[in-house]
């Protein structure tokens, strides 16, 4: 098992670039989430899946979009980057009758 | 809203010694859970305890407990005989059963263990 897998794991982007994150995992998990965690910063929840084909707003959703593509697979996407975007992002995945979240290894943006 | 609150930036306790770290929520659900999770500086997120709403007792992992005062919204981990390997950020997190898949976090607490 891979757990959950994040590409890419390194990208710096200009100001008004667009980018595609992607998040898969292999445990069959019901739920899964973005997190942005900026420099000494704890985790903030941008959206969130309950179960393939739903999607909710987390906390800070502004400036990003995410597909629920399948069960395995969930993708954040920013349009227009900025540098406010720069960030550590993590995917994680849970299952519905349990608590702890699985994380993958996050992905680090820069954008300038 | 709802909302976690980590009021200790930072601490340094002595290796051996107990600790305590601090979260206090806010939620006017009745029905909850809530997490503790590390992250070393490699970081990986660890998960560390859970404790529900209803659960009566404490919970506790090995070297790891949660002082769950329900009256007082607060949810403190407690790290008993303190390690070297204990040095990394802890954060606090929570989900309502109202909207069971929505988990938020704290800003987190950076310990560091003095050998």
């Known amino acids: 098992n891979a757990g959950v897998t994040q590409t890419p794991k390194f990208q710096v982007l200009k100001t008004g670039q667009s980018m595609t994150l992607q998040c898969a995992q292999d445990?069959?998990?019901?739920?899964m989430y973005w997190y942005r965690q900026d420099p000494g910063m704890g985790l903030r929840l941008i959206y969130y899946s309950a179960s393939e084909g739903t999607t909710d707003k987390g906390e800070v959703p502004n400036g990003y979009n995410v597909s629920r593509l399948n069960k395995r697979e969930f993708s954040l996407r920013l349009e227009s980057a900025a540098p406010s975007q720069t960030s550590v992002y993590f995917c994680?995945?849970?299952?519905?009758?349990?608590?702890?979240?699985?994380f993958g290894p996050g992905t680090r943006l820069t954008v300038t | 809203a709802q909302k976690i609150t980590q009021t200790q930036p930072g601490m340094f306790v002595q290796e051996k010694e107990a600790v305590t770290l601090d979260c206090t929520y806010d939620t006017s659900d009745q029905s909850y859970g809530l997490f503790w999770y590390k992250q070393p500086s490699s970081g990986e997120m660890i998960f560390l305890i859970y404790q529900g709403s209803y659960d009566e007792q404490n919970a506790t992992e090995g070297r790891y407990s949660l002082n769950f005062q329900k009256a007082r919204k607060s949810a403190n981990l407690v790290i008993s005989a303190s390690q070297l390997g204990d040095s990394a950020m802890y954060f606090c997190?929570?989900?309502?059963?109202?909207?069971?898949?929505?988990?938020?976090f704290g800003s987190g607490t950076r310990l560091s263990i003095r050998p």
């Open positions: 997190a929570m989900r309502w059963y109202s909207s069971a898949s929505k988990i938020i």
């Open positions: 445990m069959n998990h019901n739920s």
């Open positions: 994680a995945s849970r299952d519905q009758g349990d608590y702890e979240q699985y």
